[in-house]
């Protein structure tokens, strides 16, 4: 359960460069294709981008504008501790919840029966002014104890900033624009070549602090 989009936040480059959903043409988007000619020549060949992660719903996952044609009825600004709550106790899978950036609500997640807390400010792209999630996330794993699991994203541009979030107390790290830059610009390739480099700089920092394995990035490495 994602808790880290309350509200859509008004995102200023998307403003400027003109993008929109659904997408449309106008003079700058075909300057761009004109000098992206072999972008423009395969999103021609094999059609636009569509939301392939609901595309096994069928037909009635997107609408024709290529939106997903699940609408929310109200904003998730009202979530709240009853409702998840609630959530729990119909939900009878794993339930992770998304977007905690506060010790203290980690810990009512936790109680409340989370399987895992995901330690996220969504990548800094919905409040200028919340902390950074890799300065709370040490803070969060003294709340909900050593043995709990963690996800945590946000900032991770490298090897060395997934050694650093596991040092902080994260058991899993999740990597967002990299690998969305590196299919872009690549495809699978540049997708494979963006693990060799992450795997590559992991193993280089690990050697530098002397361990040598993944579960020796914890507390002991990190300085205060």
């Known amino acids: 359960m994602t808790a880290d989009v309350p509200a859509l936040a008004p995102r200023r ?9 659904p997408f449309r043409m106008g003079p700058g988007q075909f300057i761009d294709c004109c000098l992206h000619p072999r972008w423009a020549l395969t999103t021609l060949m094999n059609g636009k981008p569509r939301p392939c992660n609901v595309q096994p719903l069928g037909d009635t996952a997107a609408s024709g504008d290529g939106q997903v044609g699940f609408r ?13 709550s609630g959530l729990r106790s119909q939900w009878p899978h794993r339930l992770v919840l998304k977007g905690v950036m506060s010790p203290e609500d980690a810990k009512t997640a936790a109680d409340a029966g989370a399987d ?9 792209r919905q409040l200028d002014s919340a902390p950074a999630a890799i300065s709370v996330l040490p803070k969060v794993r003294e709340a909900v104890g050593a043995d709990f699991p ?14 650093r979030a596991l040092a902080s107390g994260a ?7 990299p690998a969305l830059y590196a299919l872009g610009a690549g495809g699978q390739l ?15 920092v690990m050697a530098q602090l002397g361990c040598r394995y993944i579960h020796e990035l914890n507390h002991k490495v990190r300085v205060p």
């Open 13 to 21: 480059r998307d403003q400027k460069n003109g993008f929109s959903v």
């Open 72 to 84: 929310r009825e109200s904003g998730r600004g009202r979530f709240d501790w009853e409702f998840f």
């Open 116 to 124: 895992a807390v995901y330690v996220s400010n969504h990548g800094g």
């Open 150 to 163: 963690l996800i945590f994203d946000s900032g991770v541009r490298s090897g060395e900033d997934i050694a």
């Open 171 to 177: 058991d899993f790290v999740m990597v967002g624009r």
């Open 190 to 204: 540049g997708f494979e070549t963006l693990l060799q480099f992450l795997t590559s700089e992991l193993s280089t």
